[in-house]
């Protein structure tokens, strides 16, 4: 278990509102992801990290930014929030396997409503 | 333009019947592809990784196939049963690069029928 806590699992905010999204793993790995979920268009990277203070955009970053100021958070904040961002928003990890290749796993992601 | 598909958003069938997925992709070149299970209000969970040099894997009732020619891959359940009823998501690592951020498939939800 990589130890993956979301937070807040749900929220309900308005147009224009900031939001931050929470993304803390327990067992000191370097790679984290954000990725937004929505039907009809699958899971979508928005931004990820590979170190402290070291991230990189997705495919879908426009109107978001993160941070990585420890290895163990990695936040995920909407400046003004839009009714697009209506979503599910996971966090994941990079994990080695036996082969040598690298898995993700998830966190039970975060519910954002934006009326 | 890069595309990965899931053949369809839906699939049923019956139990004890072997359930196949598909996943086509183009304009890409993954060193590997994996699969993923998803239940509903849940994240993703790793099933299967397969390498472009591997044709073949399988683990438990599980048979993934990847065929670099076709720019296809299979995910076979055999003998489903209702519990396997889940989505299903493929998804490409597009460089040897290992932590390279993984595309994923829309996925395909399986009902399985008792």
């Known amino acids: 278990d990589a130890g993956i806590t979301q937070s807040p699992r749900h929220k309900v905010t308005e147009t224009g509102t900031p939001v931050t999204l929470r993304c803390h793993q327990t067992e000191n790995h370097r790679y984290m992801y954000w990725y937004r979920q929505d039907p009809g268009h699958g899971l979508r990277l928005i931004h990820y990290s590979y170190g402290v203070k070291d991230t990189d955009k997705g495919e879908v970053s426009d109107g978001y930014s993160v941070s990585r100021s420890k290895t163990e958070d990695f936040l995920l904040t909407l400046e003004s929030a839009t009714s697009s961002q209506t979503s599910v928003y996971f966090c994941a990890i990079s994990e080695r396997i036996g082969s040598g290749a690298n898995v993700l796993t998830f966190g039970a992601g975060s519910r954002l409503t934006v009326l | 333009s890069q595309k990965i598909e899931q053949n369809s958003e839906a699939l049923n069938i019956q139990e004890g019947k072997t359930a196949t997925l598909t996943c086509n992709y183009t304009?890409?070149?993954?060193?590997?592809l994996q699969w993923y299970r998803q239940d509903p209000g849940r994240g993703p969970v790793f099933l299967l990784l397969i390498r472009e040099n591997e044709k073949e894997k399988r683990k438990e009732r599980l048979k993934v196939t990847f065929d670099t020619t076709l720019k296809q891959s299979l995910f076979h359940i055999t003998a489903s049963q209702p519990a396997d009823s889940a989505t299903y998501l493929c998804?490409?690592?597009?460089?040897?690069?290992?932590?390279?951020?993984?595309?994923f498939g829309k996925g395909t939800r399986l009902s399985v029928i008792a």
């Open positions: 304009n890409y070149s993954p060193a590997y």
């Open positions: 998804a490409l690592s597009l460089r040897n690069s290992g932590n390279t951020p993984l595309v």
